[in-house]
C-alpha cells in the first residue's frame, strides 16, 4: 500500500491549504486515517484522525481551525487547515491503518502504512 500525500506549499498566517492523501496499490481494509507532523528538530505529532464511521479527533492545537475528512471509495483522506499560524509550519504525513488477514492463523492484525510528507510553511 502506497500513501501519497500532496497540497503543501508556503501561505501567509491566517490563510487556508487543503491536504490530500490517497492510498493506493493492492486492495485493503483501511480502517483508521491520519494527519501527523514533525516540525524541525521536534517529535511527529498527531494532527487528526479520523476512523471509517467518520469519527474524528484533533490536536488541541489545532481544533475548530482544522478539519479532516476522508473518501472511503478513494481510499482517501483530507485535511482542510485554516486560519493558519506560522507555529502549523511543519513536515505533514499521512498515515493509514489496515485491517490484514493472516494466512496461516486466519487472524485479523492492524498493519500502519506511511507516506511521503508534504511540506508546510505558514510565513508570518
Known amino acids: 500500500v502506497q500513501l501519497q500525500a500532496s497540497g503543501g506549499g508556503l501561505v501567509e498566517a491566517g490563510g487556508s491549504l487543503r491536504l490530500s492523501c490517497v492510498a493506493s496499490?493492492?486492495?485493503?481494509?483501511?480502517?483508521?486515517m491520519a494527519w501527523y507532523r514533525q516540525a524541525p528538530g521536534k517529535q511527529r505529532r498527531l494532527v487528526a484522525g479520523?476512523?471509517?464511521?467518520?469519527?474524528?479527533n484533533y490536536a488541541d492545537s489545532v481544533q475548530g481551525r482544522f478539519s479532516i475528512s476522508r473518501d472511503n471509495a478513494k481510499n482517501a483522506a483530507y485535511l482542510q487547515m485554516n486560519s493558519l499560524k506560522p507555529e502549523d509550519t511543519a513536515v505533514y504525513h499521512c498515515?493509514?491503518?489496515?485491517?490484514?488477514?493472516?494466512?496461516?492463523?486466519?487472524?485479523?492484525?492492524?498493519?500502519?502504512?506511511w507516506g511521503k510528507g508534504t511540506l508546510v510553511t505558514v510565513s508570518s
Open positions: 496499490g493492492r486492495p485493503v481494509n483501511i480502517t483508521n
Open positions: 479520523i476512523n471509517n464511521s467518520g469519527g474524528t
Open positions: 498515515n493509514a491503518a489496515s485491517r490484514e488477514l493472516d494466512a496461516g492463523s486466519q487472524r485479523y492484525y492492524a498493519q500502519n502504512h
